[in-house]
């Protein structure tokens, strides 16, 4: 066994060896590298040149310092540019990249121009550790060179001062596989020989602590140490099960060391045991008793060394050399009785076979066994120039450092490289480029595996595709269903296979000859594990994208349009081509034709390219009419090169809707007939432009009955379908019929459609017919152009039109799929509409059904000529400056353009189309190949199946939504609150109205006496009762309003009828009025409104019109209160000091609000909401509403009511005097007159300025504009509402005047007489009336009504219900009153319902729309009121009057209290998510919670969507503070009175940073701690292009007609900062809504935009910085999630991921300056067209990678990025890594599995989601910071080794197989030579 572990040893070293494609051997040193550099300072003009064997590296120099790390042999591995001259973030740079080079890397230095000014202790310290002796002597400008070793000697150094001259050194490197040797030993001893299980790593123990069993050490595959676990197998069986798992988890490759202690046989399963030999065991299964047993060996590999010995046979040790840079080992075994083996190893020269010739080469068949690696030695020329080599190259495992790779090429690139183990299937498209690509892990699961390499074999491959195969790693145990699916693809050697073989296929699908001695492979080779890589190459004929590709069969009824652009050619997945069509050929086949199209815009935009196909120049939308609005229809003929007639038609007698009018008809007819007759040479060309399918009807009819072209044969093209959608779909405001616009049912509305367009599509059946008029030319009809938008609606009508079609379709009547064809070239969208090129290629495939190919060019390349033939090209021309005709006309406000507004209405998509793009066919062959690396496999993606979760997130107190249970909740808190009220209040209550009752009825004649305001004569006089404590928010006092009598209360329904009948007979059994008023139950509905205001307006309440009017209780209150106090002042006068007056009246108020606070502050805490302690010591104090900041961001806003009664009540006794000296009735009148006009002045002043709706610029809790804080005062400031509380206190005044003017007036009759009662009937009803109608109809909503309702414009209703409810002291109460006063005994619970709603809300299982259950929680909270007031106000109030002094200590210890609490940290992410802290997923990757505290953050906010980067030394954080909310209230919109639900989103931008440690960083994806903490600010210097503060964004509306309601979307700030460095500045990208304020966004312009921010200062946020807008799009289209990044010293962003999209932009202006071709990436592609309801968006910055060793499956620079593919209609993200080529035209090259990270739930409710945010990398550690769920800042941290797993090749390619032609092959290899010939 040990001899034959050490020849394995020697073959592995030896083909390791052989595939270095260098002699190596273990025992020699290897060959020299002579490295000269030469240095330069500025004065000696600078250079910094580095040769290696006398060649010159391929790189650029730069100032400061040039660092060359080169491989062993003299390979340039890297090589960076340091400017240390200037910045000292560069010397940060060079140290962190000295320092993550690895121990024994050789290092090349030199200076060019200076390297000394901005040198840092740290890059000097990094320098020294290369060897550097000479570095102290640095000095400015001069010349400095080193060859060094990274921890060794220097080879070489030389310095000289700037007027020195150059330094030029020389240094020979021979470096010896000794040098790098690691010496591993592992000792075993079982019981009887000492029991010890130890490791040794260069002589050095390894400090682990074993125990009995199997001792476990991993090491890195670069001898680094990992980890160690003990399992003890020898007592306890799951610890072998223990043991498997651990060994199964290790990656391919990893070190592993086992050592036995004492004995791990006794339980050491065999599942544990088949995991040791996954390692290299042999021995295993001969493991007895007690035996001592040792291994060295590699995950997935060989053992290295291996023995054991049995129970007595002493300490066993075991001995392997691991070589640190070819990752290698030899090994010795020894036992105390054997002395180790000497091991040789010899080379195996690699052969051309496996060496890949560049482009245009192919290798020689006479030199492929030939061995050599140069393109001199293996390739040649080939025999023609379309002949490229293909092929693969299979490796199986081989070792610990190369675990097996497929490798698949053509013609010089590496298509497809795959290095995870199992069977790999590569199909190529004719053009040779990558079109699928699958991999079956046949090792991990043989049965299911090989089941599927079946299918796919069988089913997803068509006959005849070229199809390679190979194996990586391992695969070779294939079933025999899978062996013969093999087959039918020509192997002849698949069931040769054995374990570690390597197998390589070319092959077309067919039958095997085996069977029938037809067929064959192309190519085919097998090696055995000891042989080497088994490589199938063949030459093929490479067909061209367009020169050799068949023309499409285009006359059928479905075309094939499926493909994609590249290069502006049509690739279609078919693999044909369509003829291309100059003016000479088109106007050939139209000679003499009448084409007939009929749709609206975009089939418009398709006319107008078709008419300057045929006559470039021909139309000009502008000059000739020919713009959308402009026209109905428009004719026109030509004829010999000339337009000889143009007519552009309005029709007067025709709409756009449905109209089939006789009248129409005929003007139609009465159009066509305009025109010159038919001639033979002519073309006529007509449009109509139609919105609906009826009108197409009249319209075909028109032109089959036009006599003077009645024998031209038509051709017709009909293109309708958008208006539905933007009608039922869109809901668009421009949509024509109200009956689509209003179907919310998207399957009617579906109907409509489909019953539109059936007559049309019979009665274009008989026009179509081959015997028809079109018959010749032949229809077609088009699907809808493809919108840019995805929405399974708009897929929807698509079908409709395909399945509608379908059931006519024939050659002559074919059904175009333009909605297919445009996804292919979805960049080519311009705001709904296509491109010129877009419409040139749709007239390819059009014309190339209704015309003979013989008429076509013979060009196989369309060239397209004109300035706006893109849309990219459309895009960079923002102002229109290549359309000046178009511009000046259309876009002059001055003009009789119909599409002219305020600002004039320019479409880019019509400028386009206003100048001439020209369609030019050139013979040319082009090549597509893919770059090398790239990778294919399909992009997976995963969402739920629909609309987010019913269970919003909920972050109350508690959760439910089971209407049973609120009812049970309900029911058990009102009994006690009902026995409460009838124990504690209804029957004393009950006794006191019957005894005083009855008393005034046995004294009738007491009654007709007039009332006096004497105490006797009032306590004497029937009233109304209020409780002990007065119902609040009035203010009153006790005392007052106590009453002094009670109205007759019966006990029984008989007794209640008789004394109402007596009553109605006589009027003077009623009870006075008094001055005691039956308030209570009115107290108690206004504060039930304003409680469904609250829930309305926070949607939780039914949308019921009237519940939105709520808030205008308030102010009634107020008038209440002044009302009240004023009239017991007139009875009473006080004579307390102000200070005494105010103690004595907030003894109704203070105790309960006190109570509140605490409850309240406790939920807010518990969520992450309190306010800042300022607010909460104003709040404590009752003082919150006196600062208009303060109102809306304290706890329970709707207490700042009391805080302003607070003010009224020190304005009282100076207000008294005031109104006592008004002694006039008039001058009463008078004053409350003025009172109640002047506050008009708030919006009629306004009014005047055009600007009514001032106030509604005002986002809630937004403090820092002069708008903003004019709305605050006049909504919360009691100063604002002084007015109010006056006209009570004038109201009491007007009652007690009027009451004794009547007295005087009517004497003794004023009982008897009804001239003076029947008026007071009708005051109460005419206010509650008048009222009502105000709540109920939409279309009386005041003016300006949010601010004149709470100060002007209902006072007057409001006081009238007052003064009915109130009456004349003198009279009997009016009926309704008297009627209202036995619910008086609501009145104590009015203050504590209002009090308490937040509270009790908070509380409420359900925290969505509660619909009819919010009665439920209506009668709950008066429930829970009336236990409050009788367990809790009552108390607090007797306690309070009891200790007149004592009780200042609750304010006085309140507020030091609820600050204090306020100072405990509280994390609402947490609270909202849930989500650990940390989440680690293996030794190299882990999630965690960032630790980003925000210094500004209140009222709930969170920061979310961070933003990482490494600049100067620090770790800069960017992050948005967000923090959402909706809003309700009522408006107006389009003139009406609506509902207006605003959804809040708060954000801001903040910045941060710490300090930065690389070795902390460099060890954070293993270690896990936290490298930095940052503490954020809010960045406040952002200004606007034109100097302004950033706010007053636009606000997107969107209007719901079905129910009047208008939700508004409002952002307050910037979203979503992205931080990067650009030429040594530290710049910010960031998304926003335009700060244009409400009024000032044009139309359309309610969508986000890209900006940019350069040179940010973190430590000074105030510092103005201007954000410019990236201007390289539209500004009517969403902008956002752009990558930035740099190429060459430009910055550059990323647009759009697919289409991939490159901009570069101009950091100045924002300006694009030069855009780039775009590219497609096919598995993006294809996801899309499979699911176009995704998105597929960008997100983070871009980083360039260039480290090859820890990126293996792209062995090249390339850019690192970061996109996110969500679900609009369910808001989930599916969130991956991507890779780009570092060249233009910036190629996506790969995309990574998807990433792991935490989901959390929004606060807003709906599907849990995560979204990428920011990527930074700095050495190998990478971390991505996300948002999870909108609540929470996060990163997903790991190794770029880690990361760059989840770029392996490994998913199938699932997109439609394609059509595929022969080719031409001499495929040669060790096998089979096999040849296939013919096309």
């Known amino acids: 066994m040990m001899v034959k572990t050490v020849l394995w040893s020697v073959f592995a070293l030896c083909w390791s060896a052989a595939l270095s494609r260098e002699a190596i051997t273990h025992d020699s040193s290897m060959a020299p590298s002579n490295i000269s550099v030469t240095s330069a300072g500025f004065q000696s ?49 060079l140290a962190t990249f000295l320092s993550a080079l690895g121990v024994g890397d050789l290092v090349v230095v030199a200076v060019s121009s200076d390297a000394f000014g901005q040198l840092t202790p740290a890059a000097r310290f990094a320098i020294l550790e290369l060897g550097a002796m000479l570095l102290d002597n640095l000095s400015f400008q001069a010349a400095y060179a080193l060859i060094g070793i990274k921890g060794g000697q220097a080879l070489a150094e030389g310095l000289r001062n700037r007027d020195d001259g150059v330094v030029q050194i020389n240094g020979s490197y021979t470096p010896s596989a000794e040098d790098f040797l690691l010496n591993i030993t592992a000792l075993s001893a079982g019981f009887t020989s000492g029991s010890r299980a130890e490791i040794f790593v260069e002589g050095e123990r390894l400090q682990v602590t074993s125990r009995r069993g199997i001792n476990v050490a991993v090491f890195e595959a670069n001898g680094v140490f990992r980890t160690f676990r003990a399992f003890d197998t020898s007592s306890n069986s799951s610890e072998s099960e223990a043991l498997a798992v651990f060994l199964n988890s290790l990656a391919v490759g990893d070190l592993v060391v086992a050592v036995v202690k004492s004995d791990a046989m006794a339980n050491l399963g065999t599942v544990a045991k088949l995991a040791l030999k996954d390692c290299g065991a042999s021995f295993i299964d001969q493991l007895t008793f007690q035996a001592s047993y040792a291994l060295i060996g590699t995950k997935g590999g060989p053992a290295w060394a291996e023995d054991l010995l049995p129970a007595v046979g002493g300490v066993l040790i075991v001995n392997a050399s691991y070589d640190a840079r070819t990752k290698w080992m030899t090994q010795t075994t020894s036992s105390t009785s054997t002395a180790p083996p000497s091991t040789t190893i010899t080379t195996v020269p690699a052969t051309c076979i496996s060496y890949i010739c560049p482009t245009g080469t192919v290798l020689k068949r006479d030199m492929q066994d030939v061995a050599g690696q140069s393109a001199t030695t293996c390739c040649g020329s080939p025999t023609s120039p379309k002949l490229v080599d293909v092929g693969v190259q299979s490796l199986a495992f081989q070792g610990p450092e190369n675990s097996g790779e497929a490798v698949f090429f053509a013609n010089g690139f590496v298509v497809s490289s795959i290095s995870k183990r199992g069977f790999v299937v590569v199909v190529l498209r004719p053009d040779m480029s990558l ?662 307006a926070d949607g939780h309440a039914p949308q019921i019109y009237m519940f939105g009017w709520g808030f205008t209780w308030v102010p009634w209150f107020f008038m209440l209160s002044g009302f009240v106090l004023f009239n017991g002042h007139i009875r009473r006068p006080s004579k307390d000091t102000v200070f005494q007056y105010v103690e004595r009246r907030l003894v109704t108020l203070y105790p309960l609000y006190a109570l509140t606070l605490l409850p309240a ?237 937040g509270v009790i809300y908070s509380m409420w299982p359900n925290g969505g729309q509660m619909g009819e259950s919010v009665i439920i929680f209506l009668i709950f909270l008066f429930g829970v009121s009336v236990m409050v007031v009788h367990l809790v106000q009552r108390p607090a109030q007797r306690w309070w009057q009891r200790h007149p002094i004592g009780h200042w200590a609750v304010p006085v210890l309140l507020t030091p209290l609820l600050v204090g609490l306020n100072q405990i940290p509280s994390n609402r992410a947490e609270a909202f998510t849930k989500l650990p802290a940390e989440v680690r997923h293996d030794r190299l990757m882990v999630d965690l919670h960032l630790p980003i505290t925000d210094s500004g953050g209140n009222f709930g906010s969170v920061l979310i969507n961070p933003s990482i980067h490494i600049f100067g030394g620090k770790v800069i954080v960017a992050a948005r503070r967000h923090h959402s909310e909706s809003v309700q209230h009522v408006g107006q919109y389009n003139g009406s009175l609506v509902t207006v639900i605003e959804q809040i989103w708060h954000s801001n931008i903040v910045l941060g940073e710490a300090d930065f440690s690389a070795t902390a960083w460099a060890a954070w994806p293993e270690a896990g701690r936290l490298p930095f903490s940052a503490k954020a600010n809010t960045w406040t210097g952002l200004r606007t292009e034109a100097g302004q503060k950033w706010r007053q964004l636009c606000v997107k509306e969107t209007w719901i007609p079905n129910n009047q309601t208008l939700l508004r979307h409002v952002v307050t700030g910037p979203e979503d900062p992205k931080v990067f460095e650009h030429e040594g500045s530290l710049d910010l990208a960031f998304n926003s809504l335009p700060p244009l304020g409400r009024d000032g966004c044009e139309e359309g312009k309610q969508v986000s935009q890209m900006y940019m921010a350069s040179n940010i200062d973190v430590l000074k946020m105030s510092q103005q910085k201007v954000g410019h807008r990236l201007r390289c799009d539209l500004s009517d289209k969403a902008e956002k999630n752009w990558i930035p990044f740099t190429y060459q010293g430009k910055l550059h962003y990323v647009y759009t991921p697919q289409p991939h999209k490159v901009v570069a932009i101009d950091p100045s202006d924002g300006s694009c300056e030069e855009p780039y071709e775009e590219t497609i990436f096919d598995p993006l592609r294809r996801l899309q067209a499979r699911r176009p309801d995704l998105a597929i968006r960008g997100s983070g910055q871009a980083v360039l990678v260039n480290d090859t060793s820890a990126t293996p499956r792209l062995r090249r620079s390339h850019y690192l990025a970061l996109l996110h593919i969500s679900h609009p209609s369910t808001g989930e993200y599916n969130n991956f890594a991507y890779r780009f080529s570092a060249e233009p035209p910036f190629q996506v090259l790969q995309v990574s599995t998807r990433l792991p990270l935490q989901v959390a739930e929004p606060d807003r409710g709906g599907n849990p989601f995560a979204f990428v945010s920011g990527l930074s990398i700095h050495g190998r550690t990478v971390v991505i910071g996300y948002g999870a769920g909108d609540v929470e800042s996060r990163a997903l941290v790991m190794s770029l080794e880690r990361l760059d797993e989840m770029f392996q090749c490994h998913e199938a390619d699932t997109a439609e197989s394609r059509s595929s032609k022969g080719g031409v092959a001499n495929g040669t290899n060790a096998t089979a030579k096999n040849n296939e010939t013919g096309r």
């Open 45 to 93: 003009g600078p250079r910094a040149d580095i040769f290696v064997n006398g060649a010159k590296l391929p790189v650029v120099s730069g100032r400061g310092i040039n660092v060359a790390v080169l491989e062993i042999d003299g390979a340039l591995r890297s090589f960076q540019v340091f400017d240390t001259s200037s910045n000292a973030s560069e010397s940060q740079a």
């Open 435 to 1096: 079109k699928s690509s699958a991999l079956f892990d046949i090792f991990g699961d043989k049965v299911n595996a090989s089941k599927s390499l079946e299918e796919y074999l069988d089913n997803g491959i068509a006959d005849g595709e070229l199809t390679l195969m190979g194996i990586a790693s391992e695969a070779h145990e294939l079933s025999e269903g899978a062996k013969k699916a093999i087959e039918r693809f020509g192997a002849q050697h698949i069931d040769e296979l054995q374990f570690h073989s390597s197998y390589a296929l070319m092959g077309r699908k067919g039958v095997s000859r085996r069977l029938t001695g037809s067929g064959s492979a192309l190519a085919e080779m097998h090696r055995l594990r000891k042989q080497g890589p088994a490589v199938a190459v063949s030459q093929m004929l490479l067909e061209d994208s367009t020169a050799d590709k068949p023309f499409c069969k285009a006359r059928v009824a479905n075309p094939p349009v499926a493909g994609w652009i590249s290069n502006n050619q049509l690739e279609l997945e078919d693999g044909c081509r369509y003829a291309l069509w100059e003016t000479t050929g088109a106007s050939a086949c139209f000679s003499g034709q009448w084409v007939v199209s009929i749709g609206s815009s975009n089939t418009i935009l398709l006319f107008i390219q078709l008419a300057n196909l045929l006559l470039p120049g021909s139309i000009v939308p502008v000059r000739d009419s020919v713009s959308l609005g402009e026209f109905d229809a428009f004719d026109m003929i030509i004829e010999n090169g000339a337009a000889i007639y143009q007519l552009a038609h309005r029709f007067d007698q025709c709409t756009h809707a449905s109209d089939d009018s006789a009248v129409c008809k005929q003007e139609k007819k009465d159009m066509l007939a305009k025109a010159p007759r038919h001639s033979s040479t002519a073309i006529r060309l007509t449009i109509f432009e139609e919105l609906f399918w009826p009108n197409a009807a009249s319209d075909l009819d028109a032109v089959m009955a036009d006599d003077g072209w009645k024998d031209a044969p038509l051709a017709v093209v009909v293109h309708i379908v958008t208006h539905y959608i933007y009608c039922s779909v869109m809901r668009a405001d421009y949509c024509k019929r109200l009956d689509l616009k209003g179907e919310t049912d998207h399957a009617k509305g579906l109907d409509i459609f489909s019953a539109d367009m059936a007559p049309v599509l019979k009665q274009l059946e008989a026009i179509c017919a081959p015997n028809g008029r079109a018959g010749s030319r032949g229809c077609a009809v088009l699907t809808s152009s493809w919108f840019g938008w995805q929405d399974q609606r708009y897929a929807d009508y698509q079908d409709k039109i395909r399945n509608a079609v379908s059931a006519y379709s024939s050659e002559t009547y074919r059904l175009v799929d333009v909605s297919l064809l445009d996804q292919g070239m979805s960049g080519e969208t311009i705001g709904g509409h296509g491109s010129p090129l877009s419409f040139l290629w749709a007239w390819q495939v059009l014309l190339g059904g209704m015309c003979p190919l013989e008429l076509s060019s013979e060009g196989n390349f369309a060239e397209f000529e004109g300035k706006l033939c893109t849309a990219l090209d459309v895009k960079r021309d923002p102002n229109f400056d290549q359309c000046p005709g178009y511009r000046d006309t259309a876009c002059d406000p001055n003009s009789g353009f119909e599409w002219k507004s305020k600002t004039g209405w320019c479409m880019d998509w019509e400028c386009a189309a206003s100048v001439p793009c020209i369609l030019k066919p050139i013979k040319k062959n082009v090549q597509l190949l893919n770059l090398t690396g790239a990778c294919f496999d399909d992009v997976s993606v995963e969402f739920s199946d629909g609309a987010p979760p019913k269970n919003h997130a909920c972050f109350r107190v508690w959760c439910l939504e089971d209407t049973a249970i609120e009812l049970a909740i309900m029911i058990s808190v009102m009994i006690p609150a009902l026995v409460l009220l009838c124990w504690g209040v209804v029957p004393e209550h009950l006794r006191t109205r019957m005894r005083l009752g009855l008393r005034t009825l046995r004294r009738p004649k007491q009654d007709a006496e007039p009332q006096t305001d004497s105490p006797k004569a009032s306590s004497q006089a029937p009233g109304v009762t209020t409780s002990d404590v007065p119902a609040v928010p009035h203010g009153a006092d006790p005392a007052s309003a106590r009453p002094d009598v009670c109205p007759v209360v019966p006990s029984t329904g008989a007794e209640a009828a008789t004394v109402i009948k007596d009553a109605a007979a006589n009027p003077r059994k009623r009870a006075l009025a008094g001055d005691k008023f039956p308030l209570g139950l009115a107290r108690f509905i206004a504060a039930q409104h304003v409680v469904l205001f609250h829930l309305y």
């Open 1161 to 1397: 502050f406790a939920i807010a805490k518990s969520l992450g909401q309190t306010p800042s302690s300022v607010v909460l010591v104003a709040q404590t104090w009752l003082l919150q509403a006196w600062n208009p900041e303060w109102p809306e961001h304290a706890l329970g806003v709707h207490c700042w009511f009391l805080s302003a009664m607070l003010l009224h009540m020190i304005m009282f006794k100076p207000l008294s005097w005031l109104l006592d000296q008004v002694s006039s009735l008039e001058g009463t009148v008078a004053l409350m007159s003025s009172l109640l006009v002047l506050p008009w002045l708030a919006v009629v002043v306004p009014e005047a300025l055009q600007n009514r709706l001032w106030y509604e610029e005002h986002v809630w809790g937004a403090n820092d504009s002069l708008i903003d804080l004019v709305t605050l005062f006049v909504n919360y400031n009691p100063l604002s509402y002084v007015h109010v509380f006056v006209i009570g206190m004038l109201l009491a005044k007007l009652r007690t005047m009027l009451d004794a003017k009547m007295r005087e007036l009517a004497g003794d009759t004023i009982l008897s007489s009804w001239k003076w009662r029947l008026p007071l009937e009708f005051v109460l009803p005419a206010g509650v009336l008048g009222l009502l109608l105000v709540f109920c109809i939409r279309e009386l909503q005041p003016w300006g009504a949010r601010i004149t309702t709470l100060i002007a414009v209902l006072l007057p209703l409001q006081a009238l219900v007052l003064f009915g409810l109130a009456g004349l002291p003198s009279l009997p109460l009016p009926w309704l009153t008297y009627g209202a006063s036995y619910l008086d005994f609501l009145e104590p619970y009015a203050f504590a319902v209002y009090l308490l709603q």
